[in-house]
């Protein structure tokens, strides 16, 4: 898809004005002695004596106190530039040990003098994330649960109590809202390109930093407070999310020649990319992964308008506007109610790992906890910068020339790079996580025929099978027999009831859970039952691993002799309980696939319909939760779990009945289909 690129800025009129102008109106200099002392003591005054209000004192005047901060701030920048390193490190860097990451700063010192155009606005990247995470760490000393924002955290009484409400006016007018120079947001969400932030912001930026750290020991003085720190996050599951394999020299330089080429990249954006290549390369991965995440936000927020035919929203909004951010730019609606039609253009596949990788609460969102500041940048993976550079060479393809494109796609390298790309699915969203559950409950429960049982107690608790026990196995055959025609079909799995035995039930699941159910934008209603279903196939699993657990244990006892005859004879209430909830757990994970492969049919269901399937589920689900209660080796109380079993098997018989769970409506509106 072809885009025109006459832009020079992403930054709308005002917004440009108040970054790249204001802050150099005024032209007298400040004496930097009257900011911060020789021995590195910020002065607070001379600095919030800079911000100014409204008339009405009500809000803040930030382009007034923009303008007025233009010449402190260019004044810090010259003297941090007439340090030398080491004088930075003794003079700054002991205050700088509150925010958990000092190294941070030296590192960002050296950017100030940096040749490299993209130096200053990651550097100020790395110092908003790690300014962030310190603050929410100051804010805990006096509450208990972080704002998620960081607008909201500055306007918090909290932080207030602790700096002082002025001090943290400062800070608003920097990082902390849209009306004023908004660096986090703009940075983060791609719309500066490198030339648009002036290095001096980076430096007041830094001194703020040092400044806060002063004012912090002061108050821990006073208040003889100790100042915790947050452990990082470590990203999780990386694992699920590596179909690329890694990124070899020979797609680098792919890379390299498409970064040039590709529409989808504005000139001025471009040594972002360069840099982000260079970063992969000498193995600092997060600052890689930092530019990438900003860079395709700006390239799909262009396409995102080009598609949508809203040239304007890829500019930065107004404070008084929506920017358009990747939450908009991958929602299924526009904010007027229209379809997104993004999601048609770049495909499923696109979509799938975008949410996977940005978006699913369960996957590594990595955007969110960068911009947050709570992965280690050091430690940061190689394998999650990795999967961003394949995914980013296919997408950069679709926006070259045609034959260049197809000349590269013929290498083998990029070839499989399509071809996995293109057959993406998602991994973390909740369909596909439920299926997981579902396989890992299923093989923890087929180990339950291996577990060590004493031939004597087998034979006693064979002989000790009660007529409900017998009940619930009728019933279970009476459902399990009603079955068939509901499992698909065209996989031969199971063709009647003779050969759903339970030698097949497994085979039976792992199909099942290999049928592709679609995951993208699911609504209200199926995330609902899905939520609901995660959690029957969680304490599913709990009961398995308990059982597992407490058969281990108690056939060590037996063996020794250590159990008591009370104890014996729960020992054999113990087994024959497990004789039956291996049937019946099977059941349930068979039930819940059978509903996870038809989980969109419950659109068909009206409001009271809809209310009656829940309830049944939640019925199941307090079923499971029973068990796992009663099968621990706490409670122990094995004999009440077969009552409670047959309780449950009615339920679901008697609703099985009604022909109201989600394969009866399947099976209808294929029938209707067909007519």
Not at 287 to 297: G, K, N, R, S, V
Request: charged share 20%; net charge neutral.
């Amino acid at each position: 898809m072809p885009i025109e690129d006459p832009i020079t800025t992403c930054l709308s009129p005002s917004v440009y004005d108040m970054i790249c102008k204001l802050g150099f109106e005024v032209r007298e200099s400040c004496d930097i002695s009257g900011i911060v002392t020789q021995r590195g003591e910020v002065c607070w005054p001379s600095i919030t004596a800079c911000v100014t209000y409204t008339q009405s004192a009500q809000s803040l005047d930030y382009r007034g106190t923009v303008r007025l901060l233009g010449p402190v701030c260019e004044a810090v920048h010259q003297h941090l530039l007439s340090l030398t390193k080491g004088e930075f490190d003794i003079r700054y860097v002991p205050w700088l040990q509150w925010t958990a990451f000092p190294e941070l700063f030296p590192e960002i010192f050296d950017a100030l003098g940096s040749l490299q155009c993209p130096a200053i606005p990651l550097g100020l990247m790395k110092l908003t994330a790690c300014l962030e995470r310190a603050l929410g760490d100051v804010y805990l000393l006096n509450g208990k649960e972080c704002p998620f924002l960081l607008r909201d955290l500055l306007a918090s009484e909290e932080l207030a109590a602790v700096f002082g409400r002025s001090v943290m006016d400062v800070l608003k007018v920097f990082v902390g809202s849209p009306c004023g120079l908004n660096l986090r947001n703009t940075l983060w969400h791609g719309f500066a390109s490198p030339h648009e932030i002036p290095p001096k912001y980076c430096s007041m930026m830094i001194l703020l930093t040092v400044g806060l750290g002063q004012l912090l020991k002061s108050y821990l003085q006073q208040t003889k407070l100790v100042l915790g720190h947050r452990p990082f996050i470590a990203l999780t599951n990386l694992e699920d999310l590596a179909i690329f394999p890694d990124v070899t020299s020979e797609v680098l330089s792919v890379l390299e020649e498409v970064v040039r080429k590709s529409t989808f990249i504005l000139k001025v954006m471009l040594p972002y990319w360069e840099a982000a290549l260079i970063g992969f390369r000498s193995h600092r991965f997060a600052d890689c992964a930092m530019l990438l995440l900003t860079q395709l936000e700006t390239g799909l927020r262009r396409v995102f308008a080009a598609v949508n035919q809203c040239p304007k929203r890829l500019l930065t909004a107004e404070s008084t506007a929506l920017y358009t951010t990747f939450d908009e730019i991958l929602a299924k609606h526009l904010d007027d109610g229209k379809i997104n039609q993004l999601p048609l253009f770049l495909g499923e596949p696109a979509m799938e790992f975008l949410w996977d990788f940005l978006n699913h609460q369960e996957g590594p969102r990595i955007r969110d906890h960068l911009s947050h500041g709570e992965i280690n940048l050091p430690e940061f993976p190689k394998e999650a910068a990795n999967q961003l550079l394949a995914f980013s060479v296919v997408l950069l393809l679709r926006f070259t020339d045609e034959d260049l494109s197809a000349a590269l796609k013929e290498k083998a390298a990029i070839k499989s790079l399509v071809g996995l790309a293109e057959g993406y699915h998602a991994h973390f969203h909740p369909v596909s996580q439920l299926k997981k559950q579902v396989l890992s409950c299923e093989k923890s429960i087929r180990v339950w025929p291996l577990l060590p049982l004493p031939e004597e107690a087998e034979e006693a608790a064979r002989l000790e099978g009660t007529s409900e026990t017998q009940a619930c196995e009728a019933l279970i055959t009476e459902i399990l027999r009603a079955l068939p025609p509901h499992l698909p079909e065209s996989r031969g799995v199971v063709s009647d009831w003779d050969s759903l035995s339970a030698e097949r039930w497994p085979q039976v699941i792992q199909e099942l859970c290999g049928t592709p159910v679609p995951t993208l934008f699911c609504p209200r209603t199926v995330l609902e039952v899905l939520t609901v279903l995660r959690n029957i196939s969680t304490h599913c699993a709990r009961v398995s691993s308990q059982v597992a657990a407490s058969v281990e244990l108690r056939y060590q006892q037996w063996v020794e002799r250590r159990l008591r005859s009370r104890q014996r004879q729960t020992y054999l209430h113990m087994l024959t309980s497990i004789k039956l909830l291996s049937p019946v757990l099977y059941l349930i994970l068979l039930l819940i696939a059978l509903e996870l492969v038809n989980i969109h049919v419950v659109h068909g269901k009206n409001t009271y319909e809809y209310q009656q399937y829940l309830k049944f589920l939640k019925s199941i689900l307090q079923y499971v939760e029973n068990l796992v209660t009663y099968t621990s080796q706490q409670e122990n109380k094995w004999n009440k779990t077969i009552n409670l079993t047959h309780t449950a098997l009615l339920k679901i018989w008697t609703f099985s009945k009604k022909k109201q769970m989600l394969i009866h409506l399947a099976k209808k509106s294929t029938s209707k289909g067909g007519l």
